[in-house]
């Protein structure tokens, strides 16, 4: 085959992205993106009750746009050359479906209901639902695979937060599916929830599943209304580079694509990104966007039964086939920086180019012990052991400090956190090879970057492919469209490499190891090492 382009479909937060890569080199041919009109709007969110909801109906208007756009922008050979697309979104991020398997916000009778949309993975609603599950979890190990501790943003609590919250929900589901699942089902044409295909990503990471499917089943004896749903989970999951089917010849018309093209089985976007920017075993792979997602993968008889406590999850096959995917992450990153921008231009929103100016003032500031100190939960805790109750601070201010002193803070921060998951894998014995940072804010934010690596006290690399996600899409896209015979195979054709890597000032060390002593206590006030007691059940 001397000619053959995959379509790669990343569902952010805030937008879509959608490109055209060339199998044969990894070229990407044309890009398009397109921001959920609802979601800009703020329309069925409150921050302050920790609620984020989105609309099927910015997905399908968003992803129509983008294909049409990216279609728009190469001629007609690459057009008739395209051989597969597959999607990656943000995630856990479920809806409630009917037994068509079609969200229950895109019937009349839900249209405006926030529960029947989708739940953002950064939706913490589920607190109280998630401590339940931690609870009633506490002398098993079924919770082994996600570190010990359950978390809010994961399917299990999701959904029980809306079945006993909303009477209307609970007697119309027939199902709950995760975003990157039903991207697959609605562009194959699925017509019954009993078709759907899940994806070992999010069925591992964020539901607890396994070959045997123990965890879910114990998950269907904490309350009666989720006996239904773990009874419905399926023993078989699959892999991305899998086939979800052909695309509907409606959607196939609606979108300007050949009715031939195979879906790929969709898959988590840190977990796909990972693969875009071409990871490698023990290399921590650190997507940069609004939270922080770490992957890494590593050779299934190097942690043979050993679980990794206080991380994400632990999951065979969930970023490569045939390896075992580890996943920790932050809960706000970008949002942090995002959160102080919002706050200096409340009163006036032409914020054009502020956080590059905080930036350029603080990478000049010196260093010293009278700095003030933030810390970065400011969406609570995601790892390690995750806590949605931690808060974030800033200490140490006096009438001397001033903007960029406190920008400077919370970006160290937010590296601060990226350090403790360090320091969690190499205290559970994974060692990590090298960090390679993804994303917006690893091609955008020097300044973020270079505070890493003085912060980690290690080279941190920098992927070259702008749009990792996508790329990572469209390289499981061109195995499930057998265009490669697997995605190792498709990193080394068409990957894109690093394009720069940062390394640390020596002479920071003492200063930036002082501050994250400062910042660890902070952490164990907020949280005592609550699992000290449950370290040999992990083991």
Request: aromatic fraction near 8%; include cysteine.
């Amino acid at each position: 085959m001397n000619t053959a382009y995959t379509i790669g479909l990343d569902f952010g937060t805030d937008s879509v992205r959608a490109i055209i890569a060339d199998c044969m080199t990894g070229e990407i041919m044309a890009s398009s993106e397109a921001h959920y009109t609802r979601w800009m709007k703020g329309m069925y969110c409150d921050a302050s009750d920790h609620q984020f909801r989105q609309h099927p109906q910015d997905y399908i208007e968003s992803m129509t746009a983008v294909i049409r756009g990216v279609l728009h922008n190469v001629n007609q050979p690459i057009r008739n050359s395209i051989k597969g697309l597959t999607v990656t979104t943000t995630g856990s991020t479920p809806v409630a479906v009917d037994q068509s398997g079609h969200p229950l916000s895109l019937r009349p009778d839900f249209m405006s209901d926030p529960d029947a949309m989708f739940l953002l993975w950064k939706d913490h609603t589920a607190m109280e639902e998630a401590a339940l599950i931690n609870q009633k979890a506490k002398a098993t190990t079924h919770l082994q695979s996600c570190g010990g501790l359950y978390s809010s943003e994961w399917y299990w609590a999701k959904l029980l937060h809306i079945l006993r919250r909303n009477e209307k929900i609970k007697n119309a589901a027939a199902g709950f599916v995760e975003h990157s699942d039903w991207m697959a089902f609605l562009l194959t044409g699925g017509k019954d929830i009993s078709q759907l295909k899940r994806n070992v990503c999010a069925a591992g990471h964020k539901a607890l599943w396994t070959e045997n499917k123990s965890a879910i089943d114990f998950i269907g004896t904490i309350d009666p209304l989720l006996k239904i749903f773990t009874d419905q989970y399926p023993l078989r999951c699959d892999t991305a580079g899998g086939i979800a089917g052909k695309i509907d010849v409606g959607w196939a018309g609606k979108l300007g694509l050949d009715p031939y093209i195979t879906i790929g089985v969709g898959a988590l976007d840190a977990h796909v990104g990972a693969v875009g920017a071409s990871t490698e075993p023990y290399v921590l792979s650190k997507v940069m966007g609004t939270s922080t997602c770490d992957m890494m993968i590593v050779p299934q008889h190097d942690l043979k039964e050993k679980y990794v406590r206080g991380i994400c999850g632990q999951v065979k096959g969930s970023i490569i086939p045939g390896m075992i995917g580890l996943e920790a992450g932050q809960s706000a990153f970008g949002d942090v920086y995002a959160w102080y921008e919002n706050l200096l231009t409340w009163a006036a929103p032409d914020r054009k180019q502020l956080l590059d100016k905080l930036a350029e003032a603080a990478k000049t500031l010196p260093c010293t012990d009278q700095d003030p100190l933030a810390t970065d939960w400011f969406n609570g805790r995601r790892s390690p052991d995750v806590n949605p109750h931690m808060t974030a601070s800033i200490s140490g201010l006096h009438l001397g400090i001033d903007a960029p002193m406190i920008y400077r803070a919370l970006v160290e921060a937010t590296c601060f956190g990226a350090r403790a998951i360090n320091e969690r894998f190499l205290e559970e014995g994974v060692p990590v090879k090298s960090v390679r940072c993804l994303g917006g804010i690893a091609q955008k934010s020097p300044f973020v970057v270079q505070t890493l690596s003085d912060a980690l006290q290690i080279p941190v690399q920098v992927a070259k492919a702008e749009q990792a996600c996508a790329l990572g899409a469209a390289m499981f896209a061109s195995v499930s469209a057998g265009v490669h015979p697997d995605i190792a195979t498709a990193i080394k054709v068409m990957g894109h490499g690093v394009e720069r890597t940062y390394y640390p000032d020596r002479t920071r060390k003492d200063y930036y190891d002082n501050r994250f002593d400062k910042y660890t206590s902070l952490a164990k006030q907020q949280q005592p090492d609550i699992i000290t007691d449950r370290r040999k059940l992990l083991a």
